[in-house]
């Protein structure tokens, strides 16, 4: 079993910066993705990012490329998420999950989620 804890949600606005961070415990991670997702009153939850525990690789949503950065501490278990240059499209539920599977950015394969925190960017 995975577990995993959101931090670093808030208000801010347009243009301004957030990290997010993720906090995993349980079971060893190296072979597993980490991935960040989003979800914004009545829409689907989407990928936003994803890093490959192993090597770092990373993957992104075309909406936050370039404004994102996803990245990962391996002796701390821990996540992060830089979102720079916001925007209030932007503005979701933001969730930690990890998988096991190699389709990193396809929400059903995610089978441990973090409990979300939410990001609000507004003027």
């Known amino acids: 079993q995975v577990q995993l804890v959101e931090s670093g949600g808030g208000l801010v606005q347009p243009g301004g910066s957030l990290r997010l961070s993720c906090a995993a415990s349980?079971?060893?991670?190296?072979?597993?993705?980490m991935g960040w997702f989003r979800q914004a009153p009545g829409k689907e939850r989407e990928f936003v990012a994803a890093i490959r525990w192993s090597d770092s690789t990373t993957y992104y949503a075309n909406s936050v490329k370039g404004r994102f950065t996803i990245s990962r501490d391996n002796a701390k278990m821990t996540g992060g998420l830089q979102m720079n240059s916001l925007k209030p499209e932007d503005t979701a539920v933001y969730y930690c999950a990890a998988t096991d599977y190699s389709a990193y950015n396809y929400v059903p394969l995610y089978n441990y989620w973090g409990q979300g925190t939410q990001v609000t960017v507004s003027a």
């Open positions: 349980g079971r060893t991670f190296s072979s597993y993705y």
